[in-house]
């Protein structure tokens, strides 16, 4: 029972992973980024 949930995990994390818009993500980062970059 252990090894399935694992397994779902692992599966359910590369479906997340592979359907990301990682150039997207980086994007919002370095808005963030900049933001505090600014505050200080």
Do not use: P, Y
Not at 2 to 12: E, K, M, S
């Amino acid at each position: 029972m252990i090894f399935g949930g694992t397994a779902i995990q692992t599966l359910v994390l590369c479906v997340m992973t592979i359907r990301c818009d990682w150039d997207k993500e980086a994007e919002k980062a370095r808005l963030h980024i900049s933001k505090w970059e600014a505050s200080i």
